[in-house]
């Protein structure tokens, strides 16, 4: 059994290469490997299923010899940061970014996570549920309902769309819902973030998450123990960054001699990779040490570290009104590709 393809997600686009065999096709002087793209649809001991643009493609599990994740088709012409529709760019984007529990309505995923994150505590609303639209919203706040939350979904369409535009967010807002601020989704090329890192000092890249990180991370926000670890390291794979003073860096940066000998990091950030894309996400910066370029100096250096691990593609998410954020994401190449709104239902009362 191909450990590769045990990995991979099912409903993921995929390429998967396997040998030949004389009942396959392969002859002498012939090609001995071929190549299967597209969403993975099954997959058991003895055979994996692709769905390529030509129909379906069975492959036996002991012919595989390499597969990976790839991003989803580009749905329009245009660079490649732009050429997703905004349902595949949800479907990359969902899990990036973990949860304490996924559960799946229809095509609808539902995540929860005892409230920690919005994103990990929200229904991507991609596809159809399997319900009349009525009925799903129903199920979706029973299933949140059982865990002590309220139902919230993040809403997504083109920049500057409006929730009561799309049918869901009508009936949300005739339910009562409320609309939360806008999230802008930005979209670039790792190569391109790369090229633009400004630098600065050493940034450690680990896929392991240990205290010092965790502790940085959670000085940055209220967490709930039982969910941090499993949101953070919910991905199929996952790379954590940090910058932490230390020798000339302490000097560059002004930092008193306690402070310099201490190992908690002035700087942290996240990818979650998924789906042939990076997602960057958990940046955050000693607010004693901001404007001095470490964020865009850990961003550059994460998009390096994927662009090195094969992923060509980066995702964020931006609230519409970070003016600093988005200047300084922008500066390093990243475009507005979309953006979504929380839906959030009601308390009851």
Known sequence: MSDAVAALPLGSRVVVRARLDASEGARAGGPTMTDAVGVLSERDERYVVVLTSRGPVRISRHLVVAAK??????SRRGAAHLAISVENLQRVAAPAWGAVERERLGEWELRASY????????????????????????????????????????????DGFSPEQDPLGALLLQRGYRTGSVTLTLTGTTATVAAEDPGGPP??????????????????????????????????????GSITPGGGLSQRLGLRRADAAGTRPIAVGRLGVAGGWAGLGAVWTDPAFRGRGLAAHLTARLAATALDKGIHLIHLQVEHDNEAALRLYRRLGFLTHSSYAYLTQPAPG
């Open 203 to 240: 940034v450690v890249t680990q896929e392991e998450l240990d205290a010092v990180w965790l502790d940085a991370y959670s000085g940055t926000r209220t967490v709930v123990p039982a969910a941090v670890e499993s949101v953070l390291l919910g991905s199929p794979r996952v790379v954590f």
């Open 115 to 158: 409230g920690f994150t919005q994103r990990g505590n929200s229904v991507v609303p991609v596809g159809e549920p399997g319900l009349p639209l009525a009925d799903a919203v129903v199920r979706v706040e029973q299933w949140y309902a059982a865990r002590g939350l309220p139902a919230k979904f993040a809403l997504a369409g083109p």
């Open 69 to 74: 994740e790839v991003p989803p088709k580009p």
